[in-house]
């Protein structure tokens, strides 16, 4: 199953590519890239292995950048029409980010720290932390921004609410995960088997979503995407 949903991931970049998204959505190209670049490798490690399970974590910290900037990115096609409603969230977004670190690294100095199959639990801890923050502070970015743009009832692009709606189930997904990971051992391991095929399955179907209702980006917009100051 994760094998096919690296499959779809695999897919999904190519009709972005296809259709020339990056030049408007550029950090979102970057996380798809990336997505599969870690899918991969995890997958030729074995997921499960010393040296895949290592991938999950150190990955973690990479998703404190591709998180915010992927939420910043999701409305660059509607820029002229949100740029001041995205600039009036942001700095809420960057200081969570921001207050997620300080914290995480506080709160790693009290950490007991050991070894876990080749990674300290003093990074296990900071890497699903700031991960949980990122997720969570970009939820809210997307969440507000999107719900600003709809009560002004301003006429948002196609590819625009596709993506909205892909990664505010995507940030879910990852708050809910991460919660998993943290409570992995309050649970039987039939059970924790059961929530990793849904979530798998949920997964595929989001991706196959998305790729399928992607459309080509309107002639008018600006094809270089304004900078986030993050």
Not at 111 to 131: A, E, H, N, R
Request: glycine content about 4%; charged content about 15%.
């Amino acid at each position: 199953m994760q094998i096919f949903e690296t499959f779809l991931e695999l897919l999904l970049l190519g009709r972005m590519l296809l259709l020339r998204m990056q030049r408007v959505y550029l950090y979102i190209t970057l996380y798809a890239v990336l997505t599969v670049a870690l899918d991969v490798c995890s997958l030729i490690v074995g997921i499960d292995s010393d040296p895949g399970i290592r991938i999950f974590f150190y990955s973690r910290f990479l998703f404190v950048l591709l998180y915010p900037l992927a939420a910043w990115d999701i409305f660059e096609e509607a820029k002229p029409s949100l740029l001041k409603i995205r600039r009036v969230h942001l700095p809420r977004l960057v200081s969570g980010i921001f207050i997620t670190l300080l914290i995480g690294f506080a709160s790693s100095f009290g950490i007991d720290d050991q070894d876990y199959k080749g990674t300290s639990t003093m990074t296990d801890f900071m890497g699903l932390f700031i991960w949980l923050g990122a997720a969570s502070t970009s939820l809210l970015f997307t969440w507000n921004v999107f719900r600003t743009a709809r009560k002004s009832s301003l006429e948002l692009p196609h590819n625009t609410s596709v993506w909205a709606i892909f990664f505010l189930i995507t940030f879910a997904r990852a708050v809910i995960d991460c919660g998993f990971d943290v409570a992995d051992n309050l649970f039987p391991h039939i059970v924790v088997q059961i929530a990793d095929l849904v979530f798998t399955l949920f997964d595929v179907c989001l991706v196959a979503w998305c790729m399928l209702k992607l459309k080509p980006l309107t002639a008018d917009i600006t094809t270089t995407p304004e900078n986030a100051s993050l």
